[in-house]
């Protein structure tokens, strides 16, 4: 079988690294498929084999304070791949997020999960009305 193309196993490490405000939430989400990937551009292969990958990337809220976990984080997990030489990454601060940019089966994940969460909360909240009377 053959390796999917490099771009495609870009993409899978930086979905590796989970958003830090979903993990805060208790529903890890990568990267990719937050929708904070806007480009990957992966140059020719040098006279080593070696690709550079130009990263450009978007946060889900201006002044996101994890900006350098998720850059150092990326570049880790992207540069783990042995034929990729140099790893540049840029946050562009006006690129719009919405949480539609969240892929489907993520979305869907978060939402059984708050639903979940909502009826643990209504369910106790019941549980101290009932012992209060």
Known sequence: MAAAPLKERVLERINAVQDPCSLAQRIPVGLSDMGLVTD????EADAEGRHDVALILRVTAPG??????MDRSIKAAVGDLEEIGEITTEWDPDADWSP????????????????RRLREVR???????RSRS
């Open 40 to 43: 990957v551009k992966v140059s």
């Open 64 to 69: 996101c304070m994890y900006v350098p976990f």
């Open 100 to 115: 539609s940019e969240i892929a489907e089966p993520a979305r869907k994940r978060i939402a059984e999960s708050r639903a």
């Open 123 to 129: 369910e106790r909240a019941k549980q101290r009305s």
